[in-house]
Each structure stands twice: as structure tokens, then as C-alpha cells.
RNA sequence: GCCGAUGUAGCUCAGUGGUAGAGCAUUUCCAUGGUAAGGAAAAGGUCGUGAGUCCAAUUCUCACCAUCGGCUCCA
């Protein structure tokens, strides 16, 4: 967000918040930092173990439109450090900022007043709190000082605020709109997935999500197909020492689930590369064979706390649709070439937009500076001949490589990453992997590990919000409904659909003792892209009459005429 | 894991210190329909789990479990 003025209205409107606390819980609370964020800002005070009710928001946010209302001034000073630590010595959250500041060579900080209340602050802020005024606070919530989980725990408040009222509305209702479409109440709606307690964190696939899960697979297959991909499968539990070598046992052993067999120690596969690098040593490989693209759809277990599970967002289970990729240095850049240019076909597919990330070394890293320098430098070698806008996340690789993460933009603007792309020179040396080259002797080969949904459970939750659960035809775990006047085209509507079954179509029937306007309510809630009725006229002309989701009646078709077009669309995957 | 909120019928939710109610869904019956709810009846609940207080707990207290919103984390 660059917009200026904006900033200064959520930065004010912050400095006011804060105002506000301090008005109604005196001057006890101790104030942290008060940041804008995309969307708006947010405060963090310590409350010396008490928390804010939601009833607080409300009271919060009167108050702060009384002050807002007062038309006072923001007036900046700005002193020496000395001074600023004696101005807030009852503030410690304050006074250690202070002293960062002067740390990193600053002589001065600055001050802004507003009414009776000052607040340690860089700006900018408005002039006049006339200014202000379209603002909103969302949410309460727990955070530690300086996002650190050592720290103390503080209450956050989260607050918007726009220019104008109609811009505050919008995003309101963009927020409304966000949680209409929320995966977790539309996988209960339209029966796809379920949770249970017997299961925390391990979701259940119903019959119409597994139709999803299975479409999405399959698409993917058949792509994998075309680029010359193997596919294998891996078992699910392997002993310790595997993870010991891989570097899995060291640098993740407190998300991995483990068990015992026959008194020996496994582990349940948190990833699927060793497993890959297991069949790899199977057999003796060449040049010749290179390069290997081995794809698994690997279900992986990772014990996440209990805090961060979030519907089909973060599960402790998941499917990744995992491929490793071996092969010679000469092959490196076609491959990752070959990647992105993979990745970019599937997102298209589902009419994503995206951005691309380099992330590099993080600091629990295997491996020499070198191989890491020669693996970043590779990657943004080709990011670059390719003519692709990135941003750089230092520090953020993976701990056996750096990595490109694509973070994808669904319909209403939210990102998220999930296809990767993951250069490792460590495991091939960990596993002692090689091949025979043209010189006779034996070569290491590069790794290459991507994913392309990332995580299918996650994938899946992302589409449901992205289509709110309109799913395009390709995709529809009913694509067809067939739905008879009455009992007496029952069977006229039976054969119909026996029709569509023939040609692999996913259809239903529904010849049910409701009325007419009640089964296409159903159909529509349900989501279901056609509606097919079938009455006296239809038998008679051995036609359909056609209703699209979301459009109404289409008029009456032939039924070949009709079948040829769903097949093209379903082909198309529009 | 931490902070906060929530947990009542299959679903969405109301309600109460004296063992519970609605709408939808389900089942049955009537109606045989022309593009988003036809009518009627029935059935359905150890009020998340466990302990405590009380003559009495779904309601109050505590612990635990799960979910949600955040924080931290996400190979």
C-alpha cells in the first residue's frame, strides 16, 4: 500500500486508539506498538494480565469517535534520547524501542500529542483529527512482544480505516464476502469434508470431495504424462535412521510423529523425498537417463501445534503432489524452466494470478556458502533470463536449499503460496547419489524437489474460496441434475440420465415428492452447473430443458446437441 | 504451545439453578407439479467430556477435549 494520505489516517487513527485505552483504562496500560498493516493497523497494550472483552471494542471504538470529534491537532516534537526516556519512564515497551532507536544511531525520536495524550511515534500522522473518522476495529487477539514466543503476551486490538465512509464500506463487505465463502462452512454445506474431535487436525474426505480430490489428481497426472514424468509411491512409515541422514531427524524431530515396530524406532514420513532417493539408488543410472522426474502424490503426517490448525489451511495430514527431479547441471536451467512454465499452465487452468518468491538461506542450513551461492545464483539466473518479476525472502529457504514459492491470488484478492520449487545440492550427497557419464565416471546429480497445488487438502480449501464453492464443470462433484415435472416423467427422466452416465457424465436424479420450485432451489444451493428438466414437452420432442447455475432457464436443446457441449466444456476445463 | 471466544437435535441457532425449544433436514401421509421453499403429522437431545458446589447443574466453579479469531510456527 502506497497510498500516503491513507497511511497517515490508519496511523492516526492507531495513535487515537491507543488515546482511547488509555482514557477508559487509565494510565496503568502500558503501550507497545501501534503499526498500520495492508489492510489497516493494529495496537498492542499490556493490560498487566487483563484482556479486552469484545463489549471493550465497542466502548473503545465510542470513545475514540468523541475524541475524533474534538477536531484536535497532531502536533510532532521531536527530542534528544535522554529526554524521551525520562517522557516515558512509566512505558517499558516504549523505553526499550527508545533504546533500539538510539542504538541503531539514532540522536532523535519524535512525539506526537494529540488532546492529552502523546505516543512515541516516527508518523506521519494527519494535521487534525478532523481528518478521521472512517474507521472500524475487527478483532482482539493475543500477541507476544516483538513477535517474539519468549515474550510476554499482549492484547492486540486490529482496526481498518479508510479516507472515505463508501471505501470503509467496501471493505466491510469484502470481508462479508470473505466469509461467505469460507471453505469450512461450504465443505459442510455442500458435503465435501468433515472434521472430528476423534481426529483433530486429520480431515475426512466425503464422497463429492473426493470427486474434487480425485478431478484434481487426475488433471495433474495426465500433465505429469505429457512432461514425461515416472510416478511411484512410498511407504508412509520408515525407520529413524533414514530421518537421521536425511537431516529431517535434526532439524524437524519435534513435528514428526513416531512409533515403534518390533522394538525398533520409525517415524511417520513427514516428506517424501527420501523415499524418492531410496528408489533412485535402486538402480545404477547414466547420463543417458537423465533427467529423472519422479512424482509421488505422497501423504505426509507433520505434528503441527494444536493452535495453528485451521480447516483444510493447516492440517496434520496432507497430500503433497511431490516430484523430485534428477539431473545434470547442464540440465539444471531447462528443468527449472520447464517448472515454471508447468506451474504457470496449472494456475491458468483455474484462473489464478500470481507472484513469484527467491527465498535463500536461512540459518539452519546443511551445506558449504558455496553450493548455497551456486543454488541461489542458479535460480535467479533463470527467473531473470525468463523475464520474471520476483521479490527476494532472505533467509526463508528450505534447510537443504534455496527455493521460488509461488503465492497465487484468488477471485477476491487474497494470496497464497503454495506451488514451490526447491533446489537441493545436500540430499543427493547425504544419500551418495550419482550417475556414470559420458566420461565413464561416476557424477552426483542435482535434486530438484517441487510441488505444484503444494498441499491437495490445502489446494482444495483454496478453490472451494476462490470458486465459493461454484465449482466450474470439470470440477463439479454433480455436474448434471436431472429433475422430472412429476412422478409421471420419472422414467423418461431415468433414462436421460442413464444417457449422460454412459458418457462418464456425473450425473443425479432427483424424482422426489417435492414440488418443482423446491428441487431446483435444492439443485442450485447445491451448486450443481445444470439443471435438466424433463416434462411432457421434453418426452414428446426428446429434448431437455436446460438451467445453468447462477443464469436460470437456457431454453430446451436436443439432447446430443447438449451432451457435446458439456463434453467440450468439461475437455476445456472452463 | 500462547492469548481470547465458542461448544444445546444431522445443520443453523434460541433458552433455563427445578433434566429443553424453533427453523431447515429426516420419516410417513396428502397434493402430480413448468424453473429458488405446496400442505399435514411423526420421530429426533446424557445440552462437548470429567470433577466440584448445591436438596437439585445443561445453566455456577475448575480441569480437560474440540472448533474459531489472532500470535509464534509451516521442511
Known amino acids: 500500500m502506497d497510498d500516503q494520505q491513507l497511511q497517515k489516517i490508519r496511523h492516526s487513527t492507531s495513535h487515537i486508539l491507543a488515546y482511547a485505552v488509555k482514557e477508559i483504562f487509565g494510565s496503568e496500560v502500558k503501550f507497545a506498538i501501534g503499526p498500520t498493516i495492508d489492510d489497516g493497523f493494529y495496537y498492542d497494550f499490556d493490560l498487566s494480565g487483563q484482556t479486552f472483552s469484545t463489549d471493550d471494542l465497542k466502548r473503545i471504538e465510542k470513545k475514540m469517535m468523541e475524541l475524533i470529534k474534538k477536531k484536535s491537532d497532531f502536533n510532532r516534537t521531536e527530542t534528544d534520547i535522554k529526554t524521551a526516556l525520562e517522557k516515558t519512564k512509566a512505558q517499558p515497551y516504549k523505553q ?6 538510539a542504538k541503531e544511531g539514532e540522536k532523535n525520536v519524535s512525539f506526537y500529542q494529540v488532546g492529552e495524550f502523546e505516543d512515541l511515534c516516527r508518523g506521519p500522522h494527519v494535521e487534525n483529527t478532523k481528518e478521521l473518522g472512517h474507521f472500524k476495529l475487527l478483532k482482539i487477539a493475543g500477541a507476544y512482544w516483538r513477535g517474539d514466543e519468549k515474550n510476554k503476551m499482549l492484547q492486540r486490538i486490529y482496526g481498518t480505516a479508510f479516507k472515505t465512509k ?56 495426465q500433465e505429469m504424462k505429457k512432461r514425461n514424468y515416472e510416478e511411484n509411491k512410498t511407504p508412509i512409515i520408515l525407520n529413524e535412521d533414514l530421518w537421521r541422514t536425511s537431516g529431517h531427524w535434526d532439524h524437524y524431530k519435534e513435528s514428526m510423529y513416531f512409533t515403534t515396530i518390533d522394538e525398533k524406532k520409525f517415524a511417520v514420513k513427514p516428506m517424501n523425498c527420501p523415499g524418492n532417493l531410496l528408489i533412485y539408488k535402486t538402480n545404477q543410472h547414466s547420463y543417458k537417463d537423465l533427467p529423472i522426474k519422479a512424482g509421488e502424490f505422497g501423504l505426509v503426517h507433520r505434528h503441527e501445534k494444536s493452535g495453528v490448525l485451521n480447516g483444510l489451511f493447516r492440517v496434520r495430514n496432507f497430500t503433497q503432489d511431490d516430484a523430485h527431479i534428477f539431473c545434470t547441471a547442464d540440465q539444471l536451467k531447462e528443468q527449472i524452466i520447464e517448472l515454471i512454465d508447468f506451474v504457470d499452465f496449472i494456475y491458468k487452468t483455474f484462473g489464478f494470478k500470481y507472484l513469484m518468491e527467491l527465498s535463500t538461506k536461512p540459518e539452519k542450513a546443511m551445506g558449504s556458502k558455496e553450493t548455497w551461492d551456486k543454488a541461489e545464483s542458479a535460480l535467479k539466473e533463470v527467473l531473470k533470463e525468463k523475464n520474471i518479476e520476483f521479490k527476494i525472502n532472505e533467509g526463508d529457504g528450505a534447510f537443504y536449499g534455496p527455493k521460488i514459492d509461488f503465492h497465487l491470488k484468488d477471485a477476491i484478492g487474497r494470496t497464497w503460496q503454495c506451488g514451490t520449487i526447491q533446489l537441493d545440492f545436500s540430499m543427493p550427497e547425504k544419500f551418495d547419489l550419482e550417475y556414470t557419464g559420458e566420461d565413464g565416471k561416476k557424477h552426483r546429480p542435482i535434486m530438484l524437489h517441487r510441488a505444484i497445488y503444494g498441499s491437495i487438502e490445502r489446494f482444495l480449501g483454496i478453490l472451494i474460496e476462490h470458486y465459493a464453492g461454484a465449482f466450474p464443470l470439470w470440477l463439479s462433484p454433480v455436474q448434471i441434475i436431472v429433475i422430472p415435472i412429476s412422478e409421471k416423467f420419472a422414467g423418461y427422466g431415468h433414462q436421460v440420465m442413464e444417457k449422460f452416465k454412459r458418457e462418464n457424465i456425473r450425473v443425479k436424479i432427483d424424482d422426489s415428492n417435492e414440488s418443482l420450485g423446491k428441487r431446483i432451489r435444492n439443485a442450485e444451493k447445491e451448486k450443481i452447473p445444470y439443471i435438466v428438466v424433463v416434462g411432457e414437452k421434453e418426452q414428446g420432442e426428446k429434448t431437455l430443458a436446460i438451467r445453468k447455475r447462477g443464469e436460470g432457464d437456457l431454453g430446451s436443446k436436443k439432447i446430443d446437441d447438449f451432451m457435446a457441449a458439456i463434453k467440450t466444456e468439461i475437455t476445456d476445463k472452463k
Open 96 to 101: 526499550e524501542l527508545i533504546n533500539d532507536l
Open 166 to 221: 463508501d471505501e470503509l464500506q467496501k471493505y466491510l463487505i469484502m470481508l462479508a464476502e470473505a466469509e461467505k465463502r469460507d471453505h469450512k462452512k461450504l465443505g459442510r454445506e455442500l458435503d465435501l469434508f468433515s472434521f472430528q474431535e476423534e481426529g483433530p487436525g486429520f480431515p475426512f474426505f466425503h464422497d463429492k470431495g473426493t470427486i474434487i480430490w480425485n478431478a484434481l489428481v487426475d488433471f495433474m497426472r
